[in-house]
């Protein structure tokens, strides 16, 4: 086997040892007094501190934004896409010191975050700058309003992407926004704030509020919010739309998966192992859209299986900033103990489990690359969201039957199909009840291209005009 030295990214990741709230375009500190702990995964040792935002903090970020709404929502659209355009070039500028910052702070592989969380967070940025000036054509006939502000919570799985994804949208339609980041991963967050002083935004435009689940519900219920966006786990969706029913605001969630990726004999098997690998080791596991329960046609189970089994051998776990790891840290302890616990609960039930013998670093968060065989539909592994590198295996005859356990799950966010046969594919697609449905690839992603779910997997769509129309009034 190939053994290769280490190639640790050395670029400086510029992370202060303390950060304030973001309100008003000045950094603050939290009238709470309270600051907690960011950890690195990749060691478990202390990064930073951040603030902790009490209610009073969140009601002041609101104030900042209620204020600045009046300029920013009349300011022409071609004026608000050059700061977005802006803020996209500063992204890039600064591309590797974002990167690294993401690393350390959420533990995903520096290439992950090199390749497709940076170029993807700019990508969204250039986009709706693009749109700013055009949103007359967004729905032709009728012209878009801004909804005034907007308060938007996000997870950590993808910190400074889902960041983009949210503000981006807000902003090119002339909205104001407070954001809170998860607990675990506001570091990237706050660092954008620098990048909107340096695009000259009018203060109080974006207000960056960090702290955990409380912070997150203070956002949330704030009456001077006209809209709510959160990405996180349908738990807390079902808290938040539970607490907005009848206030009049708008709201989008977007929620977990438990997405099927389903293979045909037929299907170019070997490119479809590296589809069924970047489904679910992607992000450590950690994507609301990972492929997480395979579906393979009975027929080339054992091969599927032994052809993965081997791919799995080369995968590269261990320090998420060496630049050859393809799996990384998992984000928390909190988030490995949960992991570990599913596993467990798989084995328990009957499953059988695979790991691929690697040697897992001494110190910080992490889990083997793992899958299940023999799992049935009743099984735990195969109905709930394990957001770890571990993928649960379960076999089919007929398309119909693999439309049938496909769908068979509470969420309904995205699926794969691997076929040879084009006919099959738009059949497939159209009976799965997914946002997002993959055919011959995986985990791709166009800030065109809307995002979202059915079921428990949420409503409202992220990227294209759909997204837009998410915040806006069409008059
Ligand atoms: P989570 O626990 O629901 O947290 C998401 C965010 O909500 C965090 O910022 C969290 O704060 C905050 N929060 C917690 N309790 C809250 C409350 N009562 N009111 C308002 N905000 C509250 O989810 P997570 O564990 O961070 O993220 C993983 C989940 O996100 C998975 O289920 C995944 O599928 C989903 N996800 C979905 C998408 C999508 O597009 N559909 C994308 C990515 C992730 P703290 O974390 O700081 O406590
Ligand atoms: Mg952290």
Known sequence: MWEFDPAPESAEPCIEKRYGLFIGGKFTAPRSKKYFDSIAPRNGEKLSEIALASAADVDAAYAAATKAFPLWSKLPGKERGKYLFRIARLLQDRAREFAVAETLDGGKPIKEARDFDLPMAAAHFFYHAGWADKLEYVSPGRSLAPLGVVGQVIPWNFPLLMLAWKIAPALATGNTVVIKPAETTSITALKFASILSDAGLPPGVVNIVTGAGETGAAVVNHPAAAKIAFTGSTEVGKIIQRALAGSGKKLTLELGGKAANIVFDDAPLDQAVEGIVNGIFFNQGHVCCAGSRLLVQESVADLVVDKLKRRMQVLRVGDPLDKNTDIGAINSAEQLAKIKELVAIGVKEGAELHQSPCKLPAKGFYFP?????????????????????????????TPEEAI????????????????????RILKMASELKAGVVWANTYNKFDPSSPFGGYKESGFGREGGRHGLLEYANLE
């Open 369 to 397: 690359p793992s899958l299940f065989t023999n799992v049935t539909q009743s099984h735990r592994i195969a109905r709930e969201e394990i957001f770890g590198p571990v993928l649960s295996i379960l076999t089919f005859r």
């Open 404 to 423: 049938e356990k496909a769908n068979n799950t509470a969420f309904g966010l995205s699926a794969g199909i691997w076929t040879d046969k084009g006919s």
